[in-house]
Structure formats: C-alpha cells, structure tokens
C-alpha cells in the first residue's frame, strides 16, 4: 500500500505513474500471496523473484528514468507466472 500512496501522491502528473501502478498492484497481489498457508516452497521463491524483477525494475524505470530496465521486467513476469502454474498443478488443479 506504501509504494501505491507514493506514486498517487509523489508521482502525480508523472507520465508514467500507469507504469507504478501496475508495478504497485502485482507487488501488493503478489505479497499477499506470499502470506498464503500450504503454498509449495518453489511457489514462494519464484513469487519472490518474480516481484523484485517485475515491480522492481518497473520502479526503477519510473524512479531513474532508465527505460533499459523494462528489458528486465519480462522476466519478472516469467517468474510470476511459473509461480501460478507450480502451485496449481502441485495442488491439483
């Protein structure tokens, strides 16, 4: 909730608050995912790397302006995703 008040109050009129927002939304998701019980430990870590990589490299974009870190964003996603499909078919889904 921290880094969402931020960008509304720090980062208004920023063109790139969209890009802090969403960086914000998966960190927060993603966050409270990490607090669910029974979720497989490689759920964990890949939710782990995967919120540093997306959510970090977008702030990093919108913090120092350095678009070169959207290339790390994707791989971020990547991590998010496989987190998702691992708890999924580790739980039978």
């Not at 009129?13 to 969403?22: A, E, F, I």
């Not at 974009?61 to 964003?73: E, K, Q, S, Y």
Request: hydrophobic share 55%.
């Amino acid at each position: 909730m921290g880094a969402g008040a931020f960008g509304a109050h720090a980062l208004a009129g920023n063109p790139r608050l969209d890009v802090w927002k969403t960086a914000a939304l998966y960190h927060l998701v993603h966050a409270v995912a990490l607090l669910l019980p029974g979720l497989p430990p490689p759920t964990r870590g890949l939710h782990l790397a995967g919120v540093l990589l997306f959510s970090g490299s977008l702030y990093g974009l919108v913090l120092l302006d350095a678009p070169w870190l959207g290339m790390i964003t994707p791989f971020g996603g990547v991590c998010l995703i496989l987190g998702w499909l691992w708890a999924a078919f580790r739980n039978g889904a």
